[in-house]
């Protein structure tokens, strides 16, 4: 894609596009995923150096980690309404501020409670970024870039995962130690958390700047201003688009929970679909690989060092297979991409498993026994550990928010992103929130339990995904209503 002005022939009906401003459009959008990213991951730096300052225990310190989660499912539950309610550009704005907000409350704290506090509003704003982005990208693009500019959400999400262990790992190495102080006087971890306000500066901006949702605009009976943000995507006169859209929305209803209301346990066949391919991308544990990559590799004989490094290695890989995912998805199609991931998490999950549990124990030194990996071992289990993030980068990471912007129909689609959302989010708090334990009591029974999730989540895809490459949204808005 190129990142100019072009007009590109559209495949099926002959309707060109300007694929620069679309791009410009989407990244903007997206950005809201580097902030995501960013805010979710900076803590895996910090860890130590927060449980020395406040004195804690793995216990609160893992609650510390994951009570962002909970203010995440919080922030997307009420995203959806705020995006119905104020507008998509505006909620963009909302989620700029709170990670501003957040980036220097979590910086200063006095004391745990206001940490997690901090670290509440912060979730809150990935929550709402990650109901926005996907919601105003879908809802822009033409459908034959519809999945590749998607996946700009996942490489966002990525870039800015790895722009965090990058930022930590600059930061510690001129600091000495994450809780040695640094410019100004200021620890280490703390500026960990400053870095932010840099990207949150450059999202408000970017987000001023760009025009509101076609679909929000024709839902809030303002069709000259929806006509005129189509054109300014397409090469056509767009009155039939509009039209098109307004056909499948109900101008003058307001939402309420209601509408998600169906005969399947009280929901729409379609909303549990994205609920559970929500949980499924949380349940084989990818986020317990970025929230605690480093711990587990310490845990397995690996100098601090070392662990951030490999760290940064398995950041730098999953920035890469997103990349292929973009080149992929239009062209291979979701399901199929869904099924690929699916197949190739669960024989490295598996290897993962083999390889902790055949590991030689030793005493981690509070009566109990880790996993020691040298040698071969230690390089087996890195590159079994990168290709389970390459399979998940290529295909679950991405694909999953594409669809959560495109599956739900046009009429309820904020509100079923945003439980969607929110589902991801309880699910990555329950993970997140699990995990530690577990792993301190053998991380082959938590590799062990990934594994099974990851072959559940073939059955999942292979019977309930439809295949969306390709279609307008109006298309697969009819098509969820009939089902």
Do not use: C
Request: proline fraction near 4%.
């Amino acid at each position: 894609m190129a990142h100019g002005g072009p007009v590109l022939a559209a495949s099926g009906p002959a309707e060109g596009y300007r694929t620069g401003r679309v791009v410009r459009l989407a990244s903007t959008a997206a950005m809201g995923g580097f902030l995501f990213g960013f805010d979710s991951a900076v803590i895996n730096g910090a860890n130590t150096a927060i449980a020395e300052t406040f004195d804690l225990g793995s216990g609160v310190m893992a609650f510390v980690v994951s009570i962002a989660l909970i203010g995440s499912a919080i922030g997307a539950w009420f995203a959806g309404q705020l995006a119905d309610s104020f507008g998509r550009r505006r909620v963009m704005l909302i989620a700029a501020l709170l990670f501003a907000a957040s980036a220097i409350g979590t910086a200063f704290p006095p004391n745990v409670e206001v940490l997690m506090l901090w670290r509440l509003i912060g979730g809150a704003g990935i929550g709402v970024a990650s109901v926005v982005a996907p919601m105003y990208i879908a809802e822009i693009a033409p459908s034959q870039l519809r999945g590749r500019l998607g996946s700009l959400q996942q490489l966002a999400i990525v870039l800015g995962i790895f722009a965090t262990g990058v930022s930590n790992y600059i930061i510690v190495s001129l600091a000495g130690s994450s809780t040695s102080e640094w410019l100004f006087g200021i620890e280490a971890w703390r500026w960990m958390f400053l870095v932010m306000l840099v990207p949150a500066a450059v999202y408000f901006l970017m987000a001023w700047r760009i025009p509101e949702s076609p679909r929000y605009l024709v839902e809030m009976g303002r069709l000259d201003e929806a006509r005129a943000v189509l054109e300014s995507v397409f090469t056509t006169d767009q009155r039939a688009k509009v039209l098109e859209i307004q056909s499948t929305m109900d101008a003058d209803h307001k939402f309420s929970m209601g509408d998600l209301r169906g005969p399947k346990f009280g929901l729409l066949p379609i909303v549990w679909i994205g609920i559970l391919l929500s949980a499924f991308q949380q349940f084989v544990g990818i986020n317990a690989v970025f929230y605690y990559s480093n711990l587990i590799w310490e845990s397995v004989g690996f100098s601090q060092d070392e662990a951030f490094l490999t760290s940064m290695i398995t950041n730098a890989v999953n920035v890469a297979t997103t990349l292929v995912a973009i080149a992929l998805i239009d062209r291979v199609g979701r399901k199929r991409l869904l099924m690929i991931g699916s197949s190739g998490m669960v024989v490295t999950l598996a290897l993962l498993t083999v390889i902790f549990g055949t590991a030689p124990q030793v005493s981690n030194g509070v009566g109990g026994f880790e996993p020691s990996l040298t040698g071969m071992m230690a390089t087996f289990a890195v590159l079994s550990f990168n290709m389970y993030v390459v399979f998940f980068g290529m295909s679950w990471g991405p694909v999953v928010w594409v669809l959560l912007g495109e599956i739900f129909p046009n009429r309820i689609r904020a509100a079923a992103l945003a439980l969607a959302a929110s589902a991801n989010w309880i699910a990555n708090f329950v993970v997140s929130t699990a995990f530690p334990p577990v792993a301190a009591r053998s991380l082959t029974i938590a590799y062990g339990v990934f594994t099974l999730f990851a072959i559940a989540s073939i059955f999942f895809v292979r019977s309930k995904i439809p295949e969306t490459t390709g279609r307008s949204l109006e298309e697969i808005s009819e098509e969820a209503v009939a089902a």
